[in-house]
């Protein structure tokens, strides 16, 4: 664990720098002991990277971004990496029968793990924030108790868009919104909304404080 904070540290972090200029708004809220599932928008190759970066270095042993185990352990270098330095946690999103995806995940936060989660499913194309899958409300209706907290990812898609192999410089910011928890009479549906709408609330204050 001490080698993966090392890595992050004085590698992944200055080489990051080298091409985003990164903000974080509200970063004390990622800075918190115990569970929680973190979720943002996903249009960037680099939104893994930023979204580890805006947390302290001291806090990346308990963080664990959920990925799709069939596009990152697709060989062993790639499946190295992202499961010992990146810390991935890796989601099986062709499970079948009566095979539970979001196990793992369960297990990870009652374990005290911070997940960090993109609920679209997948990258979208730059600017475009596409509906949520009902993943994140099924593991707070597993865990009511753990906090949601939503990001806003702005600039990212901009250094390194869905499709692109290369990156650009650009000026990324993360900003950080209140937690959320799941209400006891609340559907998946309803949780979903109120998610998406504090998320797009983010970018929207963003947008009017540029």
Sequence with gaps: MRTRRLIHRFLL??????????????????DRRGPAVVVANHNSHLDTAVLLASFPTGRLDHVRPVAAADYFLRNRLLAWFTTRIVGILPLDRHSRGDADPLLGATQALAAGN??????????????????????????????????????????????????????HPVRCTVTVGRPLFIRPDESTAEFLIRLRSAMVELGTDLAEAA
Excluded at 13 to 30: A, C, F, M, N, Y
Excluded at 129 to 135: I, Y
Excluded at 140 to 160: F, I, K, N, T
């Design 114 to 167: 911070t997940l960090v989660m993109f609920p679209e499913g997948t990258r979208g194309e730059p600017g475009v924030f596409g509906d949520l899958k009902s993943g994140v409300a099924r593991l707070a209706r597993h865990r009511p108790s753990v906090p949601v907290v939503p990001v806003w990812l702005d600039g990212c898609d901009r250094a390194m868009p869905k499709g692109s192999r290369l990156t």
């Design 13 to 30: 972090r200055p080489l990051l720098r080298r091409v985003v200029e990164l903000t974080v708004v509200r970063g004390d809220r990622l």
